[in-house]
């Protein structure tokens, strides 16, 4: 891992989190996702963003500072703009090996660094509209983003560069570090960080979208040239892409997102699989994309990706001991604590004795406050008969018609 310039006195410092980690112990991460850290170089030095102490990570981002021929002790300020500890982890790490720097944070910043670290070192708390002068022209100034991702967020902006250091905001999943600029790579590179981006959004940040739009907002009148966030891509070439990206993917949260249905299915003996080709032909025939994930094969990280940028969602599953299959409860309780509410909906599925489904799934849609707007469901008992797979292409067509006259499109 490399050290790369930013800007003008500022730089990179990147650590690799591997594949084989859970991102919050949850999320995989097939395509890694780096920590991003930034050295910001007046006649003081200021490290914004930290790492996790995963293993061998802090020592990673002290060889890159070597590399850069910067000694611990020039670094005055370490600004910690959110305290999750995939950021501040090397806290306790640098402050064995360094004494005399200050912490800049916001105040409820500096009641987490006592409660996580509980370390002896000079806290400044700042709140927007505050700054630092670096000296050598460089200056930062604060604006506190609460709730992106935790109560304690704030942004830094370097006022000489443009440059905004928002953390977890604007971040994405993905990436070695080895391309770590919009503006070094091609449309297939920067197509697949859009979709790991997306994957990033829904399962960190979705649930934050109110704040996220909030900060949009409060930054607004910041001129903003350089969007380098605490994980993936640094923006240069077109910040304003990342920042229109963030704002679409939180305005989802009110319900109408892509004309786009996420098909979430699982099946014991097959009979709930057999409804699914028939459901998919409706779908399609309306011209709408269909985006199909079998569960409890697939990670609910993707299908909680997809059914964010959905307006549709079709639940097809067996019942399973007078309940719901329960791959899919698990999968609706997480789309709901995620957000994923006010969506166009319905379910399908086999049954033998009886149903009780329903039952399970209205009483997470209530207490989760999910307010899907569900169109009859189709249940048949044991195995779909043609009858019943012919109501389901036509289900699927019309669940399609209203997704896009949701979307706006004509039919
Ligand atoms: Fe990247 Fe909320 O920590």
Not at 87 to 103: K, V
Not at 197 to 210: E, G, K, M, P
Not at 293 to 301: C, D, L
Request: glycine share 10%; aromatic share 10%; hydrophobic share 40%.
């Amino acid at each position: 891992m490399n050290t790369t310039k930013v800007a003008d006195g500022i730089f990179r410092i990147t650590a690799h989190v591997d594949t084989d980690i859970l991102f919050e112990g949850l999320w995989p991460l097939p395509h890694g996702v780096t920590l991003n850290s930034f050295l910001v170089r007046g006649k003081e030095s200021a490290l914004i963003d930290g790492v996790c102490d995963w293993d061998g990570v802090p020592e990673t981002l002290y060889a890159q500072l070597a590399q850069m021929e910067v000694e611990l002790r020039d670094i005055r300020y370490a600004v910690l703009n959110h305290l999750e500890p995939d950021h501040t982890g090397w806290l306790s790490s640098l402050r064995a090996l360094h004494r005399d720097f200050e912490i800049v944070t916001t105040k409820k910043g500096g009641e987490l660094v006592r409660a996580f670290y509980g370390i002896d070192v000079p806290v400044r708390t700042v709140k927007s509209g505050d700054s630092i002068d670096l000296g050598g022209g460089k200056r930062l100034h604060f604006t506190e983003i609460p709730n992106v991702h935790w109560p304690e967020t704030m942004a830094t902006y370097e006022e000489s560069t443009g440059a905004l250091f928002p953390c977890d905001a604007f971040g994405s999943f993905g990436g070695d570090g080895s391309i770590p600029y919009d503006d070094e790579m091609d449309k297939k590179e920067l197509d697949f960080y859009r979709e790991e981006t997306l994957r990033y959004y829904a399962n960190i940040v979705a649930r934050f979208s109110d704040s996220v739009l909030r900060a949009i907002e409060k930054l607004g009148g910041v001129d903003v040239k350089i969007v380098a966030p605490a994980h993936g891509i640094v923006w240069r070439r077109d910040p304003g892409r990342i920042i229109d990206l963030y704002r679409r993917y939180a305005e989802y949260a009110k319900g109408t997102a892509e004309p786009v249905i996420t098909v979430i299915w699982g099946s014991m003996y097959g009979n709930t699989e057999r409804a699914v080709a028939p459901l998919l032909e409706g779908i399609e025939s309306a011209g709408v994309e269909a985006r199909v994930f079998r569960v409890p094969e697939t990670h609910e990280s993707y299908v909680l990706a997809s059914a964010w940028e959905s307006t549709g969602i079709v639940l097809g599953m067996p019942t399973y001991e007078y309940h719901m299959f329960p791959p899919m409860a698990a999968v609706i309780e997480d789309l709901g604590r995620k957000g994923v509410v006010n969506r166009e909906a319905f379910r399908f599925g086999s049954y033998g004795w009886s149903g009780g489904a329903q039952k399970e799934l209205d009483d997470i849609l209530h207490r989760l406050k999910m307010k899907w707007n569900f169109m009859d469901p189709m249940e048949f008992r044991g195995a779909p008969t043609e009858k019943d797979l012919a109501v389901l292409r036509e289900r699927g067509r019309d669940l399609a018609l209203r997704v896009k006259k949701r979307c706006g499109l004509a039919e």
